[in-house]
């Protein structure tokens, strides 16, 4: 469960964001500069909310009244990027393994199995994440994020950079994920269509006002 | 013509060590100053900055004298090293090698600076997402990422602190065997009426030393390009 009541100013941008959300893919879904990214990053604990709560399955990591402010290395999130941004110094095998020893995790090779069978992405373990193709390399951060074990994944726009035939064969992976890995999602996209096919609720954005909460039926609503 | 006399292996052994020690010695400090002026915003920065960059444009005779007032035997630092943890500095090889490190220092701080700079902070925030506390970013993300621009900063030092020669012997004099570097020796060579050919034995070793600094500095430079590249 994620429930999040929070104001934020950022410069001349207001966020004003309420929603509580059981659903396994909530979709953030709006124009660019409507405040989904500054949501998600709120979320994830990199941005500090002016005012307000927010609870990640059922502990408030955010709650300005207490003066409750988790830091994102505490929050368990996992957090896949627009631009994968693996660690160029490591390679795949390392990248994976990056999250369990952050997290003094203990090694779960069936885990380990699952994620890169999940993935495909036993062929590149022993390669350098500068010879990776975009859509691998992003497939390899969603491995990443899953493998640090955490409560709720968050996903800012991961197929964005990628172009029209790279998320095709991108998509399936995320649908398999929603429905085998058992990691709850928040995932941003400016794409209705993305959206239809992932999200089991969204949370529409404009100008940074929440303007429809519910079902994937709010997005025929236009945005 | 390379008959090196027992004086100059000396100095040569001398200088090594003193390099050495005040490169191995400053780069931890180097390491932490560069990683504040790189990353941090605090009251004061431009200050450190200047303070850091000090010994390159003072004249080196007036850092050595400022060191022979600190560190000296009556200094305010050094009588209390030397009264509480007996640590002296005056007329030492130790004194030296902080007279090294002080010089140097702005050369090694420069490079590492420039390396964590170019550090993509989003790789740093990626590794909080995954659950790595700030130290540990800096340990696993930050600084192996700048590990090229350590080597090059801790390369120039040391070139750096093998050649000084003003700083150094104002503070510490230039007594064979004990602070006589290379330069010092030169120096007394050419004062000296056969001294000739065994100052210019010792300007050829400080030369190949210099040279081969730098090629080593730029082969860490590049190195540096690649890992940023992740080949």
């Known amino acids: ?223 | 013509m390379f008959d090196i006399s027992p004086t100059e292996w000396t100095a040569i052994l001398l200088s090594l060590r003193v390099a050495v020690i005040a490169t191995l010695v400053a780069t931890p400090f180097g390491i932490a100053l560069a990683w504040l002026l790189a990353r941090r915003d605090f009251w004061g920065k431009s200050l450190l900055d200047a303070a850091v960059h000090l010994p390159l444009v003072l004249p080196p005779v007036v850092t050595g004298y400022l060191l022979l007032l600190t560190f000296g035997k009556r200094g305010l630092v050094g009588g209390w090293l030397a009264d509480h943890l007996g640590i002296v500095f005056a007329f030492r090889w130790t004194g030296a090698a902080l007279a090294c490190g002080v010089m140097s220092f702005p050369l090694l701080v420069r490079p590492i600076r420039l390396s964590i700079e170019a550090v993509d902070r989003r790789l740093e925030q990626a590794a909080e997402t995954l659950g790595a506390a700030p130290w540990r970013v800096f340990a696993t993300v930050t600084l192996p990422l700048a590990l090229p621009g350590v080597l090059a900063g801790m390369v120039l030092g040391f070139a750096k602190a093998i050649g000084e020669f003003g700083a150094t012997i104002t503070f510490v004099s230039n007594i064979p065997g004990e602070t006589q570097t290379i330069s010092s020796a030169i120096y007394s060579l050419i004062q000296t009426p056969d001294g000739d050919s065994a100052a210019a034995r010792l300007v050829i070793i400080s030369v190949v030393l210099a040279v081969g600094a730098l090629v080593a500095a730029e082969v860490f430079a590049r190195r540096a390009t690649a890992r940023l590249h992740g080949q």
């Open chain 1, 1 to 223: 469960m994620l429930r999040v009541d929070i104001t934020k100013q950022l410069g001349e941008f207001s966020l004003t964001a309420a929603f509580t959300s059981e659903g396994r893919v909530t979709g953030l879904f709006g124009a660019s500069g409507s405040g989904k990214t500054s949501l998600i990053n709120t979320i994830a604990g990199l941005v500090r909310p002016d005012r307000g709560t927010i609870v990640i399955d059922g502990e408030t990591v955010d709650d300005t009244a207490a003066g409750i402010h988790i830091p994102t290395y505490r929050r368990r999130i996992g957090y896949v990027f627009q631009d994968a941004r693996l660690f160029p110094h490591l390679d795949i095998r390392q990248n994976l393994d990056y999250g369990r020893r952050m997290n003094g995790l203990t090694e779960d090779p069936a885990q380990h199995k699952r994620v890169v069978d999940l993935l495909d992405i036993g062929a590149l373990l022993d390669r350098r994440p500068g010879k990776l193709s975009g859509g691998e390399r992003q497939r390899v951060a969603l491995g990443r994020a899953l493998l640090s074990k955490p409560r709720l994944l968050l996903l800012d726009e991961p197929l964005g950079a990628l172009d029209e035939s790279r998320k095709l064969e991108i998509l399936p992976y995320l649908v398999r994920l929603r429905d085998e890995a058992g990691v709850p999602m928040v995932y941003v996209s400016h794409d209705a269509a993305e959206l239809r096919q992932l999200a089991t609720q969204i949370v529409m954005l404009r100008h940074g006002q929440v303007t429809a909460f519910g079902g994937v039926k709010v997005l025929t609503g236009g945005a």
